[in-house]
């Protein structure tokens, strides 16, 4: 969603800002704007498109102050307009805010400022919030109790930062269901919606709590509640380093991120795998064991790439542990009245940290008397300060918005968590050694498979025209099927569809002619030879197969137009090679195609909205 950067201290505020937005802008990239304090004015300069429009329209070096706040959108209310761009401000024009969020009130808020006399220049909730404000800034006579007033009569979402000049030398930071971060520096404070935007200044991070607000000021910061109720606030240390946040090299994130992930599915294992005992020891896990140990159901939640990683934990679970687990979209589950008894784990997965729904999700299993755990790439986000326990992803900050490496990353820890689970119950050792053995083998797989991307990279080539694709695999690979066609719709804009393979006979066969490739991921397992009929059906049609296959399967290569071959893994471990070259595939068709791989159009990385 939404990025925001707010500074004050010592230095100039603006280049501060822009390249703390540059930072985020994988959150929403649709307008960008700063807001400088320039006592007794504020300096505002805000334009639809990236940053990068925003500084070639404006020059940066004129807008001179020490203390301001930017903000770059993912639209909700109102087109990506220049209007519509944030920062906000008041009637008066003395107070600006960002704001990421949904107001949901705003029209009847609005309607009483109407009613009273008041105008507005945008579509949108967030200047509403602008405009309510400064008239209670009228009547109270101080910007803190007016923020705080507005916020107690708003329903809904913010992160929120107020700049003014009415208060010049101060900041009012406030959250809620929006993530914001404190960045603490000498005689310098910045706030942030991650801390990839302040770690350039300083590693030492304070997470805001919901409904928790932040004065701060250039020598100090308070925290409160909303309600007034002073905090005390713990200074956290950022865990990644500032090159893991530069492209390195690599003409995008995205593909960045495809090449780490041999060391980050290592990093998702390291300290943690057990090779010898077929087991893993997982510290995050600790305080629930005896909960593990009794878990009648597991429940996992969460959306996107990360739903389609619990649609493998699912397999993964099922077979090595047997405990029946649910995989429910984060956004369905809280809606349909779910029957969650206190013997189920509900168990979110996440990159971000942040996905309103599947936060809401955890939120409402936890009332009706789950365990909750978290799977969480990044430390010290909501979803891993809300649950009970969980393992963290080590895959390190993802910027590309399509996920590759976290979802490799989830697969590791999913596979861990079902052999611990397993090894608990009825899995033994040798079959526990064995998942240990190749899941420690894969960071080598990935590796080999990468190797091999310019025979990708051609075969791309020849597809990047296609209007439609179809994905087919079986069993555990069915989600794997899924998520391939996910990365293509996202970066590329082809549509795509994944199916069970044997699903296609009922419904997606009527749309197979010669323009239509299907991929399918057609490894040597047990439904092997069931997968060769429906490559046949494919053919008998004239379509195209793309086979994602064995490495040594020679019988295929005389079905399919083109062949991938992959290592021999553990058939539950497929998945995770099986990705690595439908990334490929759509990350290089998406720039064949010439498109914005790493910022696709209308998508955000971490979606704080319903
Ligand atoms: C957004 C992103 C997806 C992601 C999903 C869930 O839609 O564009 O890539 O899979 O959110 O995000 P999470 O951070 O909860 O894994």
Redesign the pocket.
Known sequence: MCGIVGYIGQQQAAPIIINGLKRLEYRGYDSAGVCIVRSPELDIAKKAGRVVDLEANVDISLLTGTTGVGHTRWATHGIPNDVNAHPHTDASGRIALVHNGIIENYLTIKKKLVAAGYGFRSETDSEVLAVFIGMLYDTLGDLESAVRTALSEVEGTFGLVVVSTVEPDMIIAARRGSPLILGIGNDEFLVASDASAVIAHTRQVVYLHENEMAILTRTGFTTKTIANVETHSVIDEITFELDQLEKGGFPHFMLKEIYEQPMTFRDGYRGRLLIDEGNVRLGGLTSVVDKLRSAKRIIFT???????AGLVGEYLIEHLARIPVEVEY?SEFRYRNPIITPDDVVI????????A??LAAIREARLRGATVLGM???VGST?ARETDAGVYLHAGPEIG???TK??TS?LCVLTQFALYLGRMRQLGLEEGKNIARALDAIPDQIHAILEKADVIEAIAKEYAGVSNILYLGRGVNFPAALEGA?KLK?ISYIHAEGYPAAEMKHGPIALIDENMPVVFIATKDESYDKILSNIQEVRARNGKVIAIASEGDDHISALASHVLTIPTTHPLLTPVLASIPLQLLAYYIAVERGCNVDMPRN?????TVE
């Open positions: 969460a959306c996107g790439t990360s739903w389609h984060a979110a997965i996440s990159q971000s940290g942040e996905t729904d599947t969480v790439n990044v979803i918005v399509a996920s976290a979802f989830q996910l996202e998508l955000a990385k971490s979606v």
